[in-house]
Nanobody
């Protein structure tokens, strides 16, 4: 079956960096658009970043609150999507999830077909 497995979360101080990875299996990874979402306790899930499959422009998209700090990338040879997180803030604390979709609109979670279990990111002040 399709499986997405996130890794790389942890505890960091404000201003620090983390790189999250999401390894995909059970699907043709190169044909899927990939996204990152996050959810903090008591809050709704929110869009973080997305990257289109190659051959459809290779475009990336970011939420305003991470633009300039986070970078999404993918390595189709490794079936993996990454989220490079710099200048982390306490408000970035959340469970981070990767997801896969064939849809063209990538900012909305209900357009994604597959989801990982999440990896926790905690940023201390």
């Amino acid at each position: 079956q399709v499986q997405l497995v996130e890794s790389g979360g942890g505890l960091v101080q404000a201003g620090g960096s983390l790189t999250l990875s999401c390894a995909a299996s059970g699907l043709t990874f190169s044909k899927y658009n990939m996204g990152w979402f996050r959810q903090a306790p008591g809050k709704e899930r929110e869009f973080v970043a997305a990257i289109r499959r190659v051959g459809v422009g290779g475009s990336t998209f970011y939420a305003d609150f991470v633009k300039g700090r986070f970078t999404i990338s993918r390595d189709d040879a490794k079936n993996t999507v990454y989220l490079l997180m710099n200048s982390l803030k306490p408000e970035d604390t959340a469970a981070y999830y990767c997801a896969a979709t064939n849809a063209l609109l990538l900012r909305y979670g209900d357009r994604y077909d597959y989801w990982g279990q999440g990896t926790q990111v905690t940023v201390s002040s």
